[in-house]
């Protein structure tokens, strides 16, 4: 053996690795080098790769050589240092230090967390059941109504609820002159236009576009205080109006306008009003059930709605369950990780982030400048989050470990089967389906899906009292293995 | 002629061929003093390096060489003597002291 090994963990869950190389393996890696610097420099008087390695140190000398010599070995060893020390790596090593003459490497290793969860068994939480009350079911319904709504031209009047076509401008006034346009440079975003509409034909006078809030040709609004960005005052104004008049008016927006631009200020409106709607909702019936899909009645749009929302309010029950679950565990457990961890979790952070910044068409460079930022402070930004991150996954983790939950072979197959079963009539797709969910990147999300399900099911026995003894699974599992034998 | 030990060894020859001699024959080659003979190279070695014997010295003048400097101007390069020293078994010199 050449390598000379000490470890040593600290209280970080770093292992410190201590390799001292042996000074033949050193000598024999010298040579090495010279003989294939040989190769490449002219020494007169000799040919090429013919130089014995006295002359090559004495011309290039001992120090530069072993320098040299060190660089290449440092790889080599740490690696054959690992493989003999086998720990469970978490995250990027990095080198300490090093003595050059003899030879002593020094790294630092970040080990896998240690996770001791505590007495989480104890946990008790009363698991409230999903329920879906009729309001939840009827608003459903009131939505697939709007879906289906009916839009008319009348004549009469617009009241609320109606669709309103008309065109028109809408300016700011300025406290200090109440004279509209002219020269304003107060700076004033103009969002709140730009963002409005698509088929707006753009008036592009001089006037000062800053102060415009609204300008808009033929454009439908709904008059309703939820749907309309500019709120109830506005609306108010139209209600009333019909088709083919014109009216100039002033609002108010409220302080408390959602709009914060626009909170508490005065606004010029002239409009015309192009065109009056209705929507006429349909009714509550058996013809809307099928204008919705593969319903026959109204009560069985009714179900399928209340199974949907069941569905919905159940999974995301279930994941607050877990979640909670992870939060009390967390104040219990007792988490050791090296800071490379984190480290290691901020790196995958700014990894999926850049690939967010690019793929909206940034130079993650550029981004990072524009931000006024350095890659550095973005860094400490995630920091925070990635230790949270850290901590959770670890939880999780030590708890699937610690209650011997597994994805069998059986298990994947049955929710693979259960996902397929909405597909009955199309077998190519099925199959297609099943190789994907076999494979790859299908088969680690559904096997995931599989451990988040049982860690679910196993944190309700918890919680609920009802766990099965852990002691009792683990002599099942070993009997279990022993049958296999 | 009197030359002084220290002006007859010029250099040590460090060659491919002086390599081989020293590794093979315990033979180690210099370039001389072009006026020198056998007697005084062996004198020489043995006041630069007290602690070895010296058992027998050849020499040879090298012969002088056209070189070309630049594209064709050709220039001479002058010739100078080698002298090949053996040493008693077990004797050695550092030779690429100095160089």
């Given at each position: 053996?050449?390598?000379?090994?000490?470890?040593?963990?600290?209280?970080?869950?770093?292992?410190?690795?201590?390799?001292?190389?042996?000074?033949?393996?050193?000598?024999?890696?010298?040579?090495?080098?010279?003989?294939?610097?040989?190769?490449?420099?002219?020494?007169?008087?000799?040919?090429?790769?013919?130089?014995?390695?006295?002359?090559?140190?004495?011309?290039?000398?001992?120090?530069?050589?072993?320098?040299?010599?060190?660089?290449?070995?440092?790889?080599?060893?740490?690696?054959?240092?690992?493989?003999?020390?086998?720990?469970?790596?978490?995250?990027?090593?990095?080198?300490?230090?090093?003595?050059?003459?003899?030879?002593?490497?020094?790294?630092?290793?970040?080990?896998?967390?240690?996770?001791?969860?505590?007495?989480?068994?104890?946990?008790?939480?009363?698991?409230?059941p999903v329920n879906i009350t009729d309001e939840a079911v009827t608003e459903a319904l009131e939505q697939v109504q709007t879906r289906h709504q009916q839009i008319e031209?009348?004549?009469?009047?617009?009241?609320?609820g109606?669709?309103?076509?008309?065109?028109?401008?809408?300016?700011?006034?300025?406290?200090?002159?109440?004279?509209?346009?002219?020269?304003?440079?107060?700076?004033?975003?103009?969002?709140?236009?730009?963002?409005?509409?698509?088929?707006?034909?753009?008036?592009?006078?001089?006037?000062?576009?800053?102060?415009?809030?609204?300008?808009?040709?033929?454009?439908?609004?709904?008059?309703?205080?939820?749907?309309?960005?500019?709120?109830?005052?506005?609306?108010?104004?139209?209600?009333?109006?019909?088709?083919?008049?014109?009216?100039?008016?002033?609002?108010?927006?409220?302080?408390?306008?959602?709009?914060?631009?626009?909170?508490?200020?005065?606004?010029?409106?002239?409009?015309?009003?192009?065109?009056?709607?209705e929507r006429e909702l349909p009714a509550l019936d058996d013809e809307l059930a099928k204008l919705e899909g593969d319903y026959e009645t109204l009560d069985e749009l009714r179900a399928a709605l209340r199974e949907q929302l069941e569905k919905q309010a159940e999974a995301e029950a279930?994941?607050?369950?877990?979640?909670?679950?992870?939060?009390?565990?967390?104040?219990?457990?007792?988490?050791?990780?090296?800071?490379?961890?984190?480290?290691?979790?901020?790196?995958?952070?700014?990894?999926?982030?850049?690939?967010?910044?690019?793929?909206?068409?940034?130079?993650?460079?550029?981004?990072?400048?524009?931000?006024?930022?350095?890659?550095?402070?973005?860094?400490?930004?995630?920091?925070?989050?990635?230790?949270?991150?850290?901590?959770?996954?670890?939880?999780?983790?030590?708890?699937?470990?610690?209650?011997?939950?597994?994805?069998?072979?059986?298990?994947?197959?049955?929710a693979i089967k259960k996902r397929l079963e909405d597909f009955d009539d199309n077998d190519e797709f099925k199959?297609?389906m099943?190789?994907?969910?076999?494979?790859?990147?299908?088969?680690?999300?559904?096997?995931?899906?599989?451990?988040?399900?049982?860690?679910?099911?196993?944190?309700?026995?918890?919680?609920?009292?009802?766990?099965?003894?852990?002691?009792?699974?683990?002599?099942?599992?070993?009997?279990?293995?022993?049958?296999?034998? | 002629?009197?030359?002084?030990?220290?002006?007859?060894?010029?250099?040590?020859?460090?060659?491919?061929?002086?390599?081989?001699?020293?590794?093979?024959?315990?033979?180690?080659?210099?370039?001389?003093?072009?006026?020198?003979?056998?007697?005084?190279?062996?004198?020489?070695?043995?006041?630069?390096?007290?602690?070895?014997?010296?058992?027998?010295?050849?020499?040879?003048?090298?012969?002088?060489?056209?070189?070309?400097?630049?594209?064709?101007?050709?220039?001479?390069?002058?010739?100078?003597?080698?002298?090949?020293?053996?040493?008693?078994?077990?004797?050695?010199?550092?030779?690429?002291?100095?160089?």
């Amino acid at each position: 053996m050449t390598l000379n090994i000490h470890t040593e963990e600290n209280e970080q869950r770093e292992l410190k690795l201590t390799i001292e190389v042996d000074e033949k393996r050193v000598e024999k890696a010298m040579r090495q080098t010279a003989r294939k610097l040989g190769r490449e420099i002219n020494v007169p008087g000799f040919r090429r790769g013919k130089v014995p390695y006295n002359v090559i140190l004495r011309r290039v000398g001992k120090e530069t050589l072993r320098a040299e010599t060190i660089d290449e070995m440092v790889q080599p060893i740490f690696e054959e240092a690992m493989e003999e020390v086998a720990p469970e790596v978490y995250g990027r090593s990095t080198f300490d230090d090093m003595e050059i003459e003899p030879l002593v490497l020094k790294f630092t290793i970040p080990l896998a967390p240690k996770v001791d969860l505590g007495d989480y068994r104890e946990l008790r939480k009363e698991i409230e059941p999903v329920n879906i009350t009729d309001e939840a079911v009827t608003e459903a319904l009131e939505q697939v109504q709007t879906r289906h709504q009916q839009i008319e031209s009348v004549d009469r009047p617009a009241a609320a609820g109606d669709l309103v076509t008309l065109s028109g401008r809408g300016e700011l006034i300025w406290e200090e002159d109440d004279d509209e346009d002219e020269d304003e440079d107060i700076e004033k975003e103009g969002e709140e236009t730009s963002a409005e509409s698509d088929d707006d034909t753009a008036a592009d006078d001089d006037d000062d576009y800053n102060d415009v809030i609204f300008d808009e040709e033929n454009i439908d609004l709904p008059l309703d205080p939820d749907e309309l960005y500019l709120g109830a005052p506005f609306i108010n104004e139209i209600i009333g109006l019909s088709a083919g008049d014109d009216k100039a008016f002033t609002i108010t927006f409220p302080e408390d306008f959602h709009e914060k631009e626009l909170a508490g200020r005065d606004a010029d409106f002239e409009i015309s009003v192009l065109d009056v709607k209705e929507r006429e909702l349909p009714a509550l019936d058996d013809e809307l059930a099928k204008l919705e899909g593969d319903y026959e009645t109204l009560d069985e749009l009714r179900a399928a709605l209340r199974e949907q929302l069941e569905k919905q309010a159940e999974a995301e029950a279930k994941n607050e369950l877990i979640e909670g679950m992870i939060d009390d565990m967390l104040e219990k457990a007792e988490i050791v990780y090296p800071p490379a961890a984190v480290e290691a979790e901020i790196d995958e952070m700014i990894a999926s982030y850049k690939d967010q910044v690019t793929r909206s068409g940034w130079e993650w460079d550029d981004f990072v400048k524009l931000q006024g930022n350095s890659e550095e402070a973005i860094r400490d930004n995630f920091r925070e989050s990635a230790i949270e991150r850290l901590e959770r996954q670890q939880i999780l983790r030590q708890f699937i470990l610690d209650e011997r939950l597994t994805v069998e072979e059986e298990d994947v197959d049955a929710a693979i089967k259960k996902r397929l079963e909405d597909f009955d009539d199309n077998d190519e797709f099925k199959e297609s389906m099943r190789k994907y969910f076999n494979s790859g990147y299908g088969f680690d999300m559904i096997s995931s899906e599989v451990i988040m399900d049982k860690t679910h099911d196993r944190m309700t026995a918890i919680l609920t009292g009802n766990a099965p003894d852990l002691e009792a699974l683990a002599a099942a599992e070993e009997a279990a293995a022993d049958e296999e034998e | 002629m009197q030359i002084h030990w220290r002006e007859i060894i010029r250099r040590p020859l460090v060659t491919e061929k002086s390599s081989y001699l020293v590794e093979l024959y315990n033979q180690y080659s210099f370039v001389v003093d072009s006026r020198s003979n056998k007697m005084q190279v062996k004198q020489a070695v043995e006041l630069a390096w007290p602690d070895v014997t010296v058992e027998k010295v050849r020499v040879a003048n090298m012969p002088a060489k056209r070189a070309r400097r630049w594209r064709s101007i050709t220039v001479r390069k002058s010739g100078w003597k080698k002298a090949v020293v053996t040493l008693s078994p077990g004797d050695s010199i550092d030779l690429f002291e100095g160089v």
